[in-house]
């Protein structure tokens, strides 16, 4: 598939859960604002948000932890011909960080399991030149997290929404970046590196 609008409807069709098309202007957008050379994405999936920062210029570093995903994004990949700009690492993103330390990056786009936002965060941030960015996705979590009685929602669920928060609560107070919350998409936060 090298159509992006064909790759947005597959991801669609089988509840690959890629960015919306609001987070994803907004993506690009930063991208060029900040003139984003080199970017580290915790969560592939099938390589949508990818390509398509990709397509506007930096090169990307992507960590996926699903084998499935993994192939089809290695197959994306390579049907976009972007192998040169887009190196995938089949890891948990957890167990990655001596594979890439030896790099720099402008953009951070933290976009994997929501519970571990703050690991990643606090993993990968040294990574990043001062000046640089970070942007997580998902922080509204279908607008749960902000959602005042959560008493509906099974526990597994309500404990992820409180961690969502928590995260967001310390991103807020966190000194050594100033961010800035966006209810579009799904959620967004831009936090830049002091
Ligand atoms: N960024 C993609 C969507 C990613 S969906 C897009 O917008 O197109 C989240 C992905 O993160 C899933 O494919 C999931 O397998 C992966 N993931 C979750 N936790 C992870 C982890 N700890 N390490 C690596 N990948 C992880
Ligand atoms: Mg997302």
Sequence with gaps: ????????EYAIENQVPIIKDAGLSFLLEQIKTYNIKEVLEIGTAIAYSAINMA??????TTIERDQKMYNEAIKNISDFNLENKIKVIYQDALETFP???DKTFDLLFIDA???QYQKFFNLYTPLLKKGGIVICDNLLF????NKEDLSDLSR???SLIKKIRLF????????NFDTT???IGDGLSLSIKK
Aim: net charge neutral.
């Design 181 to 183: 919350f966006y209810d």
């Design 113 to 115: 399991a929501k519970a």
């Design 142 to 145: 279908h607008d749960l997290v």
């Design 1 to 8: 598939m090298n159509n992006i609008e064909a790759l947005k």
């Design 99 to 101: 594979l890439i330390k």
């Design 55 to 60: 397509l506007v210029g930096p090169n990307i």
């Design 168 to 175: 967001k609560e310390d991103l807020a107070n966190n000194i």
């Design 156 to 158: 597994s669920l309500r």
